[in-house]
């Protein structure tokens, strides 16, 4: 359970009314009911067609173990289908590159990564510096780059500015949030300059063997 100073929850369901002491115990009020999960994070994504080209990214990298680990506590900003072709809409080849590269597609998917179980009810919950000051909080991906969560004021939730479509997707090791965007940890140039720095030492480790 996660107490938080604006806002408490309990597996992502709200508190309405807190500490109500009874002559055995204590009752705290929740906006929903409480149902076990019963599937891990990988699980969640890979029975949901939505998730299709996620499914098949992850499954390049060494990450489905890491999703499947029941132990874990995690939780991943799922982007749809949509997410990446609109990834490779705005940048073409972006996709062939990624699948080309796992140590790189390894990287972008674990910007969609944070440890802990973090649901969008305790948004207020001082995770960070920068939740003291504002509506949001910020952790770190297991990218180790930053991810900002925070509600706007229509009442939707973001992270790094991408809408949250749908929220607090249950696991039994964590939960998923859906994006209809791929978070950049670093943008396309940078992975293609990354790219070329690689192929040329490969290529001169090549060239240097053959002497």
């Not at 076990?36 to 098949?56: A, C, G, M, Q, W």
């Not at 943008?187 to 720095?197: I, N």
């Amino acid at each position: 359970m996660v107490f938080c100073l604006k806002v408490h929850s309990v597996n992502g369901a709200c508190l309405t009314k807190a500490n109500i002491e009874a002559c055995n115990g204590v009752i705290h009020v929740i906006h929903k009911v409480l149902l076990p999960p019963t599937k891990t994070i990988y699980d969640v994504i890979n029975s949901d067609p939505r998730f299709l080209t996620l499914v098949e990214a992850i499954n390049v990298t060494t990450l489905a173990p890491v999703l499947q680990n029941p132990a874990a506590s995690l939780t991943l900003f799922a982007p749809t289908n949509w997410a990446f072709a609109k990834l490779e809409l705005s940048s073409p080849g972006s996709m062939e590159g990624l699948l080309a590269y796992p140590e790189e597609l390894t990287e972008v998917l674990q910007h969609h990564l944070a440890n802990g179980t973090l649901y969008t009810c305790g948004i207020h919950c001082k995770f960070s510096y920068w939740s003291l000051f504002s509506n949001h909080f910020s952790v770190f991906s297991t990218a180790r780059g930053v991810l900002r969560v925070r509600y706007g004021w229509n009442g939707r939730v973001y992270v790094n500015g991408m809408r949250i479509i749908d929220l607090d997707l249950p696991a039994t090791n964590g939960v998923v949030h859906v994006i209809d965007d791929v978070l950049e940890l670093y943008p396309h140039g940078y992975r293609k300059l990354r790219r070329q720095a690689h192929s040329g030492r490969a290529s001169h480790g090549k060239k240097q063997r053959l002497h």
